[in-house]
């Protein structure tokens, strides 16, 4: 496995007027590389207090691995399991954790009340974090509704750069087309959106119609599929602890010549992927991600796979993340250990004592 030695760099710039503090036109906002999510980590008592202890250490394993930014209370950080005020002191726990690391910090403020989102979009700016993460109303009915959201949340934090979160579960299929030609005439925040469904065709049309603003590849099994467009910016779960495939996806991509050892990155993730989901709650469908078999056959999953990728990043990052928050449950330890050996047949070092201490 090669690792890419180059510093992934970060360039996120807004401009803003001087006279009322209001965000102007124009908002430029450029990631590139993987940018990780987190797990947020949890005691392992009755009530899955915060661990907060652990983030400068999980900060460092992500900066060694050449990680520049990191989602802090998103799916995988169970941020709507989280109170109100959890979520506040988790972001500025990472705020000072990043602050040693110099990496890009963005929040996820969704998931809540209209009421809590504002109040935590308006606390996140005033810490200064670097970006907002914004999952709207899953009930929305229309994309004009769902960019009616983002603009209330918008103003909340007006000197804060704002990343859609576009959930597959939304009640009504986005018009991304009208989303991304009309958003930033409501939203002079909107910087960019985290792409989370396994239509590629929307994928395509989101690349397209960009402009200045930076799309999230959000899936695994579309890594190499979007960077062959030129995409070079993903939030998935592997890029929180397996980064360097995602750098060796982007390396080969520049050329014709690499598609071939792209290819093979791709097809490490998935096997990555299949095998850490495998032990959850993933049903074998026709959607979300899938990995080829020596035989040439092909597996899909599907699937809330927070608690076992937890499980693989304590792991190979060697954190004590700890359980995660109900209603989730932890896996059978059996499970953990099958997943550790599998893991290390993948030429992955784990170091299961992370993970069994909470059993």
């Known amino acids: 496995m090669i690792r890419l030695k180059a510093v992934v760099l970060v360039i996120a710039c807004a401009h803003f007027a001087a006279s009322d503090g209001n965000v102007q036109q124009g908002v430029k906002f450029s990631y590139r590389g993987p940018l990780a999510s987190a797990f947020t980590p949890f005691n392992n008592d009755k009530a899955r207090t915060l661990n907060l202890s652990v983030i400068p250490k999980y900060a460092e394993f992500l900066a060694l691995k050449n990680v520049s930014g ?5 799916t995988y950080g169970q941020g709507t399991a989280l109170s109100i005020d959890e979520r506040k002191k988790l972001a500025e726990a990472w705020l000072s954790a990043v602050g040693k690391t110099k990496q890009h910090l963005m929040i996820h403020v969704g998931g809540a009340s209209l009421r809590d989102v504002k109040e935590l979009a308006a606390q996140a700016e005033s810490i200064g974090v670097d970006s907002l993460l914004v999952q709207p109303e899953l009930n929305a009915t229309s994309t ?3 960019i009616n959201y983002l603009e209330l949340v918008g103003r909340s934090a007006p000197r804060t750069l704002l990343i859609f979160y576009q959930n597959p579960l939304f009640k009504v299929k986005l018009d991304v087309e009208y989303f991304l030609t009309n958003v930033g005439k409501k ?3 909107f910087a960019g959106m985290k792409h989370v469904t396994d239509d590629f065709e929307e994928l395509k049309t989101a690349w397209r119609l960009r402009q200045n603003y930076t799309i999230f590849i959000g899936m695994d099994a579309q890594t190499l599929s979007g960077c062959s467009l030129g995409m070079d910016s993903m939030i998935t ?3 929180s602890f397996i980064p360097e495939l995602c750098f060796e996806i982007l390396r080969h991509c520049r050329s014709r010549a690499g598609l071939p050892k792209a290819r093979e990155a791709q097809e490490a993730i998935d096997r990555v992927v299949a095998e850490v989901d495998r032990y959850g709650t993933c049903v074998i469908q026709p959607i979300i991600t899938y990995f080829r078999r020596p035989n040439g056959a092909h597996e899909i999953f599907a699937g809330d796979d927070t608690v076992t990728m937890k499980v693989a990043t ?3 990052a060697d954190l004590p993340l700890g359980p995660p928050r109900p209603p989730l449950e932890i896996i059978p330890e059996e499970n953990v250990m099958s997943m550790a050996r599998e893991l290390k047949k993948m030429s992955l ?10 059993y």
């Open 349 to 358: 070092r784990t170091n299961e004592v992370a993970v069994l201490s909470v």
């Open 144 to 146: 004009e509704e769902i």
């Open 237 to 239: 779960s592997t890029s």
């Open 314 to 316: 304590s792991m190979v």
């Open 70 to 74: 990191v989602l802090v209370a998103g």
């Open 187 to 189: 939203v002079a925040t």
